[in-house]
């Protein structure tokens, strides 16, 4: 069976509307993005926030972009160091298939459920993945198990201060049904402190009205 199947529509979001002429987002019909247009639709390898967001990083040999998409990272990350072994993610299998065709190490995967064993990455990076996630907590944990240095996850949605989470289905029942959550930071930071495998972790304003948040690990 493919496990496709199985997901729930929010999951399959793009490989429901990738590619297609439009989709539907806040009731409106919007232009949807072709495969090979989806590298830029949210911002190129270059973007500021992607930049500033690399600085941080420091030395790493090896790294998981969760959620990649169509890899736009991947040419910043091998700007910086040609030596980095990059793996890519992502649920979406016309996004997967399509970096490999540039040969781009990418694999078919959930932030939900990554399918390497623990340590298996020296860092970890997300960019505007979880706030489409219908929960953060179980993205959290499994970034975290996959990493051995630090995790970087940048939100498009930034967290708030509030003591609950927000969480909003658009177009519920529709095939244009995602998440938009804004998650509260009280409830992320009790989660990570929670997590024995957690050192420190911190904020950070990135360009753009992106917010990162990085996780060192012990």
Known sequence: MNPYMEL???EAWWTNNLGNETYIHNGM???APSVSSFETWMGDS???????????FGTFKTILDAGCGA??????IID???DVKYTGMDITPKLVEYNISKNINCVLGSINNIPFEDNSFDIVHSRGVVEHM?????PLDEM????TQKVFISFFIKPTKNSEHKICLDNEGTKGEVYHNAYSKIIIEKHLNDNTKVKDFRWMDLPDNYELLIINLK
């Open 8 to 10: 729930k529509s929010y």
């Open 29 to 31: 019909e919007i232009l």
């Open 46 to 56: 270059f973007s500021p926030d992607r930049v500033c967001a690399r600085k941080e």
């Open 71 to 76: 890899c736009p990272e991947y040419n910043g």
């Open 80 to 82: 910086m160091n040609k």
């Open 134 to 138: 219908s929960s953060i907590e179980k």
């Open 144 to 147: 975290i198990r996959v990493a």
